[in-house]
């Protein structure tokens, strides 16, 4: 018999039974005949006339009632999450997007599977959008060494590594996962103690490094961004002591290790606006959000030229940032695509609501930006916030000549370098010019204000009281060392 098993579900095809951990799932016949179609064919798209072909075989049914055994299937999968193992593809059709194993195995015995080398990997439902040869590209160079992905908060870089150790897994002996961000404590190995232990000791790292002797590894290292130092440390001894050892880390900023390889993972693609668009497909960043706004909002599915039209002005208000794109896909049920448009004048309001289940920093376009920001010393949060007023392209010059007063040249320096390194400054190399991202300099703008106001709130208190204690001054008659005592109060004051 075949037995299809992918995420903590069995389906046995011959019995018709499905099961999760053990436990049997009811689903009726058709959304059954559908799983079978989808989970066989995982990662490839199925048009919605071949779905309807296989569950429907000798019936002439509306896309409907596709539709409702589409829900049904998702709510027996997975509690109809948006970010479904079925996954909805605009205009095409639908996909599973979980790894399948296939078992052929005789029905007097149980089947087994063999332990998988992803299996500390995380599933990720959602189909990965416009990656899939940059993936590839980078996938066939990783070797022995340690690489890191980079780029800004939300671009996508957790899930492009967790693809590229899928791609290699047939590569490798062992491949193991660890999230830097994970603070619950689950699924504890040595290596994980030891880049999350508060006191790192020398038995910590040596058990970690023992974890890879004498086989061939990847070991992925995600949200690298809080320990930074630590996992540098780490990744160059283990890499020292095991040359062959492939490490993958992401960050938003490179670790810093000599012979460190550095991947910069760009946004989507993204129309300008005089490029005319007929196919959704033509650039990722629309392509994604029309996936997205199909799974959570099927009635505006994107498939006529206003709506391919509006949703090239929603990506371009968004930087091509998948996570930025999929907060705003999620807010089309409530708003319309019309009103989505404008309401993106003001992304950080309106990019406020994500998947329930993501990390804290995934749930908003604010708290992932809050991440960022608050790795950042004084003098770059300072920087970041003056650099906030230019809505046009810059020099490092003209960022000195005009804010530069506020810090010293070698401090100045070294802010805005480091702004460019953490991502949060794009640099265009062409010609040595440097630009905000739309999404950022919404949001320094914002602290920018905020600090600027308070300054100002603080000194106008300060001329009150001020002026108040003149006031009394020249009510009364005062003696000489009265008079003295004033003035030195007031000063006093204006000096605070």
């Given at each position: 018999?075949?037995?299809l098993?992918?995420?903590d579900?069995e389906?046995?095809i ?9 436990c049997d799932?009811?689903?009726g016949s058709?959304a ?25 075989p000798?019936t ?11 829900v049904a299937?998702r709510k027996?999968l997975d ?12 205009g095409?059709g639908?996909t ?5 194993t ?7 015995t ?11 990997l ?11 040869d ?12 340690i ?32 999230d ?52 540098a440390?780490?990744?160059e ?10 490490i ?6 490179p ?27 033509t650039?990722?960043a ?6 997205r706004?199909s799974?959570?909002?099927?009635e ?11 949703a ?9 940032n998948?996570?930025?794109i999929e907060?705003?896909?999620?807010r089309?049920a409530?708003l ?5 448009v ?5 992304p ?8 329930r ?6 749930q ?19 920087l ?6 230019l809505d ?7 960022a000195?000549a005009h804010?530069g007063?506020?810090l ?13 390194v953490k ?5 265009q190399?062409?010609?040595?010019t440097?630009?905000?991202p ?7 703008l914002?602290?920018h ?22 006031h009394?001054h020249?009510?009364f ?20």
């Open positions: 018999m075949t037995v098993r992918f995420d579900f389906m046995d011959p019995a018709r039974s499905l099961k999760r951990s053990g799932v009811r689903i058709r059954f005949d559908l799983l079978v179609a989808l989970a066989s064919r995982h990662g490839e798209i199925l048009s919605k006339a071949d779905l309807i072909g296989v569950a429907w000798d002439h049914v509306e896309e409907s009632s596709l539709r409702v055994n589409i299937l027996a509690g109809g999450n948006p970010y479904s193992m079925v996954e909805n593809v605009a095409r639908y599973f997007t979980v790894p399948v296939k078992l052929e195995v005789h029905r007097t149980s089947p087994t599977l063999p332990a998988s080398r992803v299996d500390s995380p599933n990720t439902c959602a189909r990965l959008v416009g990656r899939d940059l993936i590839a590209k980078w996938a066939d160079g990783i070797g022995p060494g690489t890191t992905i980079v780029g800004p908060g939300g671009v996508g870089k957790t899930v492009v590594a967790l693809q590229m150790a899928r791609v290699l897994q047939e590569a490798f002996e062992s491949i193991q996962f660890v830097m961000a994970d603070e619950t404590g689950a699924a504890s190995t040595p290596i994980a103690d030891a880049l999350k232990a508060r006191s790192l000791t020398s038995d910590m790292l040596r058990q970690a490094m023992e974890t890879f002797s004498g086989r061939s590894g990847l070991l992925v290292i995600d949200g690298c961004d809080w320990s930074i130092d630590r996992v440390l780490i990744a001894s283990i890499a020292h002591s095991y040359p062959e050892l492939a993958l880390t992401t960050s938003r900023e670790l810093g290790i000599i012979g460190e390889n550095v991947l910069h993972l760009p946004g989507l693609t993204v129309p300008a606006a005089k490029d005319q668009i007929d196919d959704v497909a650039f990722s629309v392509e994604l959000f029309a996936e706004v799974m959570v909002a099927e505006y599915a994107i498939d006529d030229p206003r709506g391919i039209e509006l090239a002005e929603v990506v371009r208000k968004t930087d091509g998948p996570l930025a907060l705003a896909a999620s089309v409530d319309g695509l019309e009103n989505l404008v309401s993106l004048d003001r950080l309001r309106t990019l406020r609501r994500g998947n289940t993501s990390h804290p920093r995934q908003t376009l604010r708290a992932n930006i809050d991440w960022s920001y608050n790795l950042l010393d004084r003098n770059m949060q300072s970041l916030g003056s650099l906030s007023v046009t392209e810059f020099t490092k010059d003209s000195l804010y007063f506020e010293a040249r070698s401090d100045f320096d070294e802010a805005f370098d480091g702004l460019v991502s949060l400054v794009r640099g190399q062409s010609d040595g440097y630009t905000l739309r999404l950022i300099r919404e949001y320094a914002e602290k204000i905020q600090i600027t106001s308070s300054v100002l709130s603080f000194s106008a208190d300060t001329n009150s009281v001020v002026r108040g204690v003149s009394e020249s009510q008659t005062s003696s000489p060392r009265t008079h003295t005592e004033s003035r030195s109060f007031s000063e006093a004051i204006r000096a605070a």
